[in-house]
């Protein structure tokens, strides 16, 4: 670089997709009511959370979830060809696919809730709300104890930094670092498997009900990581 040639970065970003289902009414009335009657075949009895196994679809033909399932697979291909369009070019890619390796429905109410996790054996994870309920809409609709009720809340990597960081007004930015997620029904949400995440505590007159999933980008060619030393180093 020369002198006074100002190069400014901004590296290593997070990508997160939202997208909404087409004819979400028809298909989350039709998942409502396949998921009811299996929590009814499997649930001991009465409880704030149910939690399906999540190979339960293995076995189910059913019109709604094939629906939703290539609504989540294409979604997936989608954002890693945009991501990942440069290798797979350079290692001349064929016959790419996106292989749901988990994929499981939660019923939810009483104030429970998920804590923070990640995802393993995956790239991509994500949350499709079939029926977000009495979910906070946006940042002011608050329970009466002031917490948002039932919303998804991500943590990017910037807060491991500013939990035990010098704080100033130099780097301010990084306590931006969170996103909230307010479920709408028929919204879909893809993200990294390995960004940390939390359902919040969820209380209402309704149900709320959301479908997750684990998804791998495979080919017929195996991966391929490049351990050696790089020469790009302007």
């Known amino acids: 670089m020369s002198p006074g040639d100002l190069r400014k970065m901004h590296l290593w970003p997070v990508t997160v ?17 396949l998921f009811s009657a299996y929590r009814a075949e499997h649930s001991p009895g009465p409880a704030a959370a149910f939690v399906s196994p999540d ?9 709604a979830l094939d629906t939703l399932r290539r609504f989540i697979m294409d979604t997936v291909f989608d954002v890693s060809r945009e991501l990942n369009q440069e290798y797979w070019r350079q290692f001349r ?6 292989d749901l ?21 995956c790239s991509w994870s994500g949350v499709y709300y079939v029926q977000a309920g009495s979910a906070s809409r946006d940042r002011d609709d608050r329970l009466p ?35 909230t997620s307010y479920p709408q029904d028929g919204v879909l949400v893809v993200f990294p498997s390995h960004l940390k995440h ?16 684990h998804a791998q980008v495979n080919a017929t060619r195996p991966i391929e990581y490049r351990y050696g030393l790089s020469s790009d180093t302007d």
Request: hydrophobic share 35%.
């Open 93 to 98: 890619l064929r016959d790419i696919r996106v």
């Open 145 to 179: 104890n002031g917490m948002a009720n039932g919303v998804t809340q991500f943590y990017g990597p910037d807060i491991e930094h500013a939990a035990a960081g010098h704080g100033d007004w130099g780097n301010y930015y990084l306590t931006q670092n969170t996103f």
């Open 55 to 63: 190979n339960f679809s293995l076995d189910l033909d059913n019109p």
């Open 198 to 213: 939390m359902a919040f505590p969820y209380k209402g007159e309704q149900d709320r009900v959301i479908v997750s999933f």
């Open 101 to 121: 390796t988990g994929m499981w429905f939660q019923i939810c109410n009483d104030h429970a809730f998920h804590e923070t996790h990640v995802h393993g054996n």
């Open 17 to 33: 997709v939202q997208d909404r289902l087409p004819d979400h009414e028809r298909v989350n009335r039709e998942l409502i009511i």
